[in-house]
């Protein structure tokens, strides 16, 4: 019958279309797959990233640079990119930092200014240590504060050893372990009881010597690993402060103790560069058929600057912008826009996501999904729901067609709750949207390279971050392409069993945009 062939005729049609659909599919998966392994620009950006425009403290020119080139990147590659200005904050720049012992004998010594710090002068400063003594209470403290004018005050706490706890697990007998990690403890509980007796704390003490009359501060952060120490900001206004690694920082700390006399001279500059624009750095492949919904990709672009921020976040940035490069020249013409953010001054409080979320609300109401890289190096070993109910059919849809020696590296969990914060995807989380963190293997980063003064180009696995690539790239494109818009509906929060409180959802919070909102 007539009908029966024109029904017949409907089929066939169907079923071209939907073949034609899947083998197109499965050319650009395989073209994003080419593309990212054999023509990978990541080395590239990294050098140019991390070596030459350097570490992207909040403030200094270098963030600035590390924008314009970032902007100059994208136009290389065909895709708009600008400059989202949304605060302001204290302009710095780093300059050099030389610190020597000159008594009783002559050492140049490892460290450098924390962020921020006051300048010396070109001709530096010298003079004799100190280090906070144990007191019985306040009068006591105040009574020694009157001795330190005209001296270095050694700020932080004696470590026992400078060897990492795994170091001590594979050599030292079961016993010698356990001593030495008793006796950390007890120092530790002594330290912190010693600020409670002298009726200060830890935020308050670099004010109080520098009140005090101290010349200048020596600290010495360490992250539990060989060398390694993590660089943040000063807490003082007008003297120097500075980070000392461990090895250098007992060796004084021993020698006032023991009454030796050392005596340092230090030279460390910079500049203040007065109120200076904060930024975000966004770009975007627009959509042609949703052109009003977004795909966002996700990662911080400021760092601390002890090193150059290679794993925090320039990693992370830089899969980012491999995966829109990679998106453009083998998915130029996307279903949805997909947008990528490279946030602003994450390291104080997730501020430029929060202000993006805060003065784009169309863009965050209309995001299908967003997915932030931070933590590293590493291959992505674990992705969330992030409390999201339907997460599971969506994100495993979109996850489906990653290769497998990238996806069965990754341990996913449903509903699963939503994320606590330390990253991004938190801002848009707080806002409802389907934020999801690519979360990755370690590489020993908190012990070494988180903010510390070791993390440079040389700990990239760049064969991790290649895997990153393929799979963000992949997701990208499955958001995109799906023909649904991906479900907000929140799981149910459940009640803590200990306290009897019921969990709430992260809520939206304002972004510092100047320096009065610190």
Known sequence: APSDLKMKKSFLILFLLASFSIKAQDDTIKNIITEATENSHLEIL????????????????????????????YADWGINAKIHEWGEWNG???????????SPRVRTLSGIQLGYSPSTSLKGITGELDVIPEVKNKDEFNAWLKTIKGKFILSSMYQITGRPDYN????ATPESFKKMKETRSEATRKWNSNFRKMGINRRQISKTLEDAGAIGLLSSNWAGGFGSNRIFSTGTRTIPHLDLELEDYSML??????????EIRVVSTSKDLGIVPTFNTLAE????????????????????????????NGTGTIVMMEAMRVLKAM??????????????FEEGGLNGSRAFVEDFPEIVDNTQALFNQDNGTGRVVKITGQGFLNSYEYLSNWLYPVPDEVRKHIKTEFPSMPGGGGSDYLSFLAAGVPA?????????????????????????VFDDVRSNVILTAILAYMASEDEAKASREKRVMPTNPRTGKKAIWPRKRAPKRNVSDN
Do not use: C
Request: aromatic letters at 14%; proline letters at 5%; glycine letters at 8%.
């Open 331 to 344: 998915y130029p013409n996307p279903k949805r826009t997909i947008l990528v953010g490279h946030w602003g």
């Open 253 to 262: 700390y021993r020698m006032v103790e023991s009454g030796a006399g050392p």
């Open 168 to 171: 001590w697990e594979e050599y």
């Open 436 to 460: 999801f963190s690519l979360e990755s293997l370690s590489w020993a980063y908190r012990e070494y390279t988180w903010h510390t003064r070791k993390d440079t180009y040389d700990k990239i």
């Open 92 to 102: 710095w720049e780093r300059g050099i930092t030389h610190i020597d012992m000159i």
């Open 285 to 312: 492949i627009k959509g042609v058929e949703k052109p009003d919904e977004y795909v966002i990709l996700s990662a911080h672009f400021d760092s601390w600057d002890g090193a150059t921020g290679a794993t925090d």
């Open 46 to 73: 990294a050098h140019e990233l991390l070596d030459i425009v350097g570490p992207r403290l909040t403030g200094t020119p270098q963030m600035r640079n590390a924008h314009d080139w970032a902007v100059q990147r």
